[in-house]
């Protein structure tokens, strides 16, 4: 089968590899049909997020099954489903609990698109991708919403989510500063913030195009680079990219007993203006998004119509086009497979 390949940094080829096969009764084999990128595919095929080795692309994705194992009971052949970047279980105490990115019976970071580093599980620009845990991972793709608008499902659309939704049925109407510049995420998380009950909603970025689409989504837009404080907010979101202004901004920015939530990646320790933040009292919170876990609550706002994710996408291009446009700049592309 083929597979979209980064080689080494700023190299993409598409190259015949082993196709996967059933290795056990609880698993699927899924064919990815529609595709889009996370924000740290461009930063990972071009070196500025730094990963060893070759990388097997791609881990947001929509895709059909096409063979299960005879335990499998969730899904069946023909079905369209989302797929988690993450790998878990949905059995063990961790999962059950939702945290499906820490499941116990994987070893860490397992994951799609990741390459050595999140386990060699292949990526989503390929023909097939095998599923270890089927009934546990897999969601079928809920009736009237067009694929193209759930690829983004599998990671970042998640990742806006969990930035915004459980603060906010905490403290209702709260006022949400979000962050831009890592891509999609924090655009995602304008539109949860909007859906799940926010005051004011203010959204910063030097880029205009992303300006744009908050705009859209109903964010006051405020251009610009990175200040030292930019307001004074209940829950402030950091969605900058490997700008160490990023966080000290966003800390500074909260209002006494504030949430700072932490949705993009440091290469090195960024500054945390603790004296400050101790005599105000803020939360500060980053991990992963526990994909699998707040997928339901993603798909039921998505197709409610609260929550349009083809705002923030790109085009939707041909599957063969992956390479070039990646290369590119078009916004969070979407790829389909005829």
Request: charged letters at 20%.
């Given at each position: 089968m083929r597979?979209?390949i980064r080689?080494?940094?700023?190299?993409?080829v598409?190259?015949?590899?082993?196709?996967p096969r059933?290795?056990g009764p609880?698993e699927?084999?899924?064919?990815?049909t529609?595709?889009t990128?996370?924000?740290?595919?461009?930063?990972?095929?071009d070196g500025?997020?730094p990963?060893?080795?070759?990388?097997a692309?791609?881990h947001?994705l929509?895709?059909?099954?096409?063979e299960?194992?005879?335990a499998v009971?969730a899904?069946?052949?023909g079905d369209r489903v989302?797929?988690?970047?993450?790998?878990?279980?949905?059995?063990?105490d961790?999962?059950t609990?939702?945290?499906?990115?820490?499941c116990r019976?994987t070893?860490?970071r397992s994951?799609?698109g990741f390459?050595?580093?999140?386990?060699?599980?292949g990526?989503?620009f390929?023909?097939?991708l095998?599923?270890?845990f089927a009934?546990g991972m897999?969601?079928r793709?809920?009736?009237?919403?067009?694929l193209?608008a759930?690829?983004c499902?599998?990671?970042?659309?998640?990742?806006?989510y969990r930035?915004?939704?459980p603060e906010?049925?905490?403290r209702?109407?709260?006022d949400?500063l979000?962050?831009g510049g890592?891509?999609s995420?924090?655009l995602?998380?304008?539109?949860?913030?909007?859906?799940?009950?926010?005051?004011?909603v203010?959204?910063?970025?030097?880029?205009?195009?992303?300006?744009?689409?908050?705009?859209?989504?109903?964010?006051?837009?405020l251009?610009?680079?990175?200040?030292?404080?930019a307001g004074d907010y209940d829950l402030?979101?950091d969605?900058?990219?490997?700008?160490p202004?990023?966080?000290?901004?966003?800390?500074?920015?909260l209002?006494p007993n504030?949430l700072c939530i932490?949705?993009?990646i440091?290469?090195t320790?960024?500054?945390?203006p603790?004296?400050?933040l101790?005599?105000?009292?803020a939360?500060?919170?980053?991990?992963r998004?526990q994909?699998?876990?707040v997928?339901?609550?993603?798909l039921?706002?998505?197709?409610?119509?609260?929550?349009?994710?083809?705002?923030?996408?790109g085009a939707?291009?041909?599957?063969?086009a992956?390479p070039e446009?990646?290369a590119?700049?078009?916004?969070k592309?979407?790829f389909v497979?005829?």
């Amino acid at each position: 089968m083929r597979a979209l390949i980064r080689t080494e940094p700023g190299c993409l080829v598409w190259r015949e590899v082993p196709a996967p096969r059933l290795q056990g009764p609880l698993e699927a084999l899924v064919r990815p049909t529609v595709v889009t990128l996370c924000d740290i595919d461009r930063p990972m095929v071009d070196g500025r997020f730094p990963i060893p080795g070759e990388i097997a692309l791609g881990h947001e994705l929509v895709a059909e099954v096409i063979e299960v194992g005879d335990a499998v009971r969730a899904v069946r052949p023909g079905d369209r489903v989302v797929v988690p970047f993450q790998i878990s279980c949905g059995a063990c105490d961790r999962c059950t609990t939702g945290l499906t990115a820490h499941c116990r019976a994987t070893p860490p970071r397992s994951q799609y698109g990741f390459g050595a580093i999140g386990g060699d599980h292949g990526g989503a620009f390929s023909d097939l991708l095998r599923v270890p845990f089927a009934d546990g991972m897999l969601v079928r793709a809920p009736h009237g919403v067009p694929l193209e608008a759930l690829a983004c499902a599998s990671d970042n659309l998640g990742d806006g989510y969990r930035a915004v939704a459980p603060e906010l049925a905490r403290r209702p109407g709260a006022d949400v500063l979000v962050l831009g510049g890592i891509g999609s995420v924090p655009l995602y998380t304008v539109a949860f913030a909007r859906a799940c009950g926010a005051g004011r909603v203010d959204y910063l970025d030097h880029d205009r195009d992303r300006l744009e689409v908050a705009q859209t989504l109903g964010a006051r837009a405020l251009e610009g680079p990175v200040p030292d404080r930019a307001g004074d907010y209940d829950l402030v979101v950091d969605g900058t990219l490997l700008d160490p202004k990023g966080l000290p901004c966003a800390l500074r920015s909260l209002r006494p007993n504030g949430l700072c939530i932490g949705v993009t990646i440091y290469l090195t320790d960024p500054h945390i203006p603790y004296f400050e933040l101790y005599f105000k009292g803020a939360r500060f919170e980053t991990a992963r998004v526990q994909a699998r876990a707040v997928l339901p609550s993603v798909l039921e706002l998505v197709q409610a119509g609260r929550v349009d994710p083809t705002l923030v996408n790109g085009a939707v291009l041909p599957w063969e086009a992956a390479p070039e446009a990646i290369a590119g700049d078009v916004r969070k592309p979407v790829f389909v497979r005829e």
